[in-house]
DNA sequence: ATTTGTTGTTAAGGTGCTGTTAAGATTTTT
DNA sequence: AAAAATCTTAACAGCACCTTAACAACAAAT
């Protein structure tokens, strides 16, 4: 009865492009989430070994990830419990399986949106990084304190790392189309840059200037 | 009979300490929600005036707050329509008390977790703590005494550690869709801010203002 | 080597943004 | 109802930033 279940839910989710594998007791459950690290965890909570809610317990000691509790319990205390222990969402059987799907959904787009929050897009090359998310350039660490204008010429040329960026075209995305041939604008901004994140501002390590033609930002590190 | 649901609600959730403000409309709620940006809501799907499912939508315009339907019906059709809209959670009547209290607590946990430091229930850095829980900020264990608004915005600061917040982020996350670019308000506040929570306010350890683009709280300890 | 054009550097003026203070309006508390 | 606290708005001061200009350093070409 109860495998017919876990094979109804794993039909549901393989059927609309999930991946799944499905774990037949307790102990099993925990330790394929150890070392899978799924994106979404579907607990049944009448597993046959230990009790669904230590499951949640000790996954909740090292992870947010999300847990949705499928159980044929109906009794407040049980989803009480359940949800208070760490669970994200309750259902009861029966249920439709647009319903977990939609559940699925809400349960991965939290964790969407708490992903972006968590990690931020950075440019990596030896000492420098550009945290775009931030708005911070740090040189081994330390903050560069660039302006808006400087971080974005930064962001730029980081974004085309190794590609030479010519000056009407630097000028044209940051300061408009009407900015045509006044590159002193950008020949002062790149001194103070190189002030802030190079050593050597006159033997540059991260941004080189092609004579004639405009800036080259190292490449990444791979 | 509405009456008498939300006025249950009412009564449960002001019962657990939590402040409540109720609508009986639909063009109501949503002028109250932007007015008021409450943490969470409670969305009752037979309103008079307008379908509900429009104000999740209209809400999801410009913020991610909490939404948890309650509604009579348990077509399955109108859950997965609204989950896929944007609410976080559908009960339907009867619930007890105890599971929509749960459910609360489960929404308001994930509003808490999608900041960098999941699973706690405080930020730390250094002298600095802010304790969701008890609405308070401490430096020292002196409690700063921060007004409504004030811990408001260190609270959202400090889930976005290390990311700059924009000024119009920050005004949309707590005063509402229709206050862009009335930054004098922020302005008043962080001054107030730091004169409480920092030792030097002109020179500041805590928050951090990145001029041209938001404020950026320091990051927590590890 | 001189010339010419390009790039880097520094300084100064003007602008706009941020911090600060105060006063009135509104809400909450006593 | 009075008093206190908080929220909001406005005015202003200070400062960082942007921009422009003048000049120095450098590279390429004659």
């Known amino acids: 009865m109860k495998k017919s279940i876990s ?4 039909t549901i989710l393989t059927g609309n492009g999930y991946d799944v594998i499905l774990a037949h ?16 965890v579907v607990l049944d909570l009448g597993l046959p070994d230990v009790d669904g809610i230590s499951i949640i317990e000790a996954v909740r000691q090292w ?5 949705i509790v499928v159980s ?5 205390r049980d989803k009480v419990e359940a949800l208070d222990k760490g669970a994200d969402d ?40 550009v945290d775009y998310d931030k708005h ?10 660039l302006t808006q204008n400087e971080f974005k010429i930064v962001a730029l040329l ?13 000028l044209k995305e940051l300061w408009g189309p009407q900015s045509h041939g006044s590159n002193q604008i950008l020949r002062v901004n790149m001194a103070n840059i190189r002030r802030k994140i190079e050593k050597n501002p006159a033997d540059p390590k991260y941004i080189f200037t092609e004579v004639g033609v405009g800036y080259r930002m190292i490449e990444p590190d791979s």
């Open 7 to 10: 094979g109804f839910i794993k």
């Open 158 to 170: 980081s974004r085309c790392a190794g590609k030479v960026l010519t000056y009407d075209f630097i």
């Open 136 to 145: 911070m350039v740090t040189v081994g660490g330390e903050n560069c304190r």
């Open 63 to 67: 992870t947010q990830l999300p847990i």
């Open 25 to 40: 007791t307790g102990a099993e459950a925990f330790s394929m989430i150890s070392s899978h690290c799924p994106d979404l």
């Open 90 to 129: 309750y259902i009861t059987k029966p249920f439709s399986a647009a319903e977990l799907l939609a559940r699925v959904r809400v349960a991965i787009r939290h964790t969407r949106t708490a992903g972006i929050m968590a990690s931020s897009r950075k440019f990596i090359s030896g000492d420098l990084t």
């Open 72 to 76: 044929a319990r109906t009794l407040e």
